[in-house]
């Protein structure tokens, strides 16, 4: 149980196009998922938490209007890069929570690259 | 503050040998829970234990085992009689009651030789 699956895995795309990347949780509903960054031989990076219909939180220094996040239900959250540039080119991974849940349940990751 | 230290960058061992990553955290809540995670190179990150701040029992599973210390704010972990296919990177993690965030270290890169 508690799978959660990304979509694409892999992603290559030009300068200034819009990316998104989907996170679905299979087999539970999902009250909260959280989006993470992470560039090659680093750590892990929250860039915001989404609650199922409502407005996500972002981390402090990332940019709302480029990563654009939408978790219209309990099992699906998007993740939207908009004009996308080199420098977004990183590792993305999203986890799903239950409600106080105290664990989070990770997807494959998405790998964006961006020419 | 929550913040997570694994201080070890890279650990390079030989088949057979044990390895211990350390993994010191900083918290002050009194609810929190611990993780490990094993990262290999296809990118997905694997579950290996959850321990809430209640437990301090040490626990094995096959040839991984956990230390966790409250005096000492440490959850370190030992892979006995590593294998090539150990090698990977390992983050701890620290969980937040507050908000249920995760925050974690910098990571380890295990790397066993044959």
């Known amino acids: 149980g508690a799978v959660v699956s990304q979509h694409p895995s892999r992603v290559i795309c030009k300068s200034g196009t819009s990316v998104k990347i989907e996170c679905r949780s299979l087999d539970f509903q999902a009250t909260t998922m959280f989006w993470y960054r992470q560039f090659p031989k680093q750590s892990l990076m929250l860039m915001a938490t989404?609650?199922?219909?409502?407005?996500?939180?972002?981390e402090q220094g990332v940019e709302k209007d480029k990563f654009l996040i939408n978790h219209a239900s309990l099992t699906l959250s998007t993740l939207t890069v908009t004009s996308a540039h080199p420098e977004d080119s990183s590792f993305y991974i999203c986890?799903?929570?239950?409600?106080?849940?105290?664990?989070?349940?990770f997807g494959p990751g998405t790998r964006l690259t961006v020419l | 503050a929550q913040k997570v230290t694994q201080a070890q960058t890279e650990i390079s061992v030989v088949e057979k040998e044990d390895v211990t990553l350390d993994c010191v955290y900083e918290t002050r809540d009194t609810t929190y829970y611990l993780f490990w995670y094993k990262q290999p190179p296809s990118g997905e990150l694997v579950f290996l234990i959850r321990r809430n701040s209640f437990d301090e029992q040490n626990e094995i599973s096959g040839r991984y085992s956990w230390n966790f210390q409250k005096s000492t704010s440490s959850f370190n972990f030992t892979i006995t009689a590593s294998q090539v296919v150990d090698s990977a990177v390992y983050f701890c993690a620290l969980w937040r009651s507050n908000d249920y965030k995760l925050s974690f270290g910098a990571g380890t890169t295990v790397t066993v030789r044959a």
């Open positions: 989404s609650n199922e219909g409502s407005k996500a939180t972002y």
């Open positions: 986890s799903a929570g239950t409600s106080g849940g105290d664990t989070q349940y």
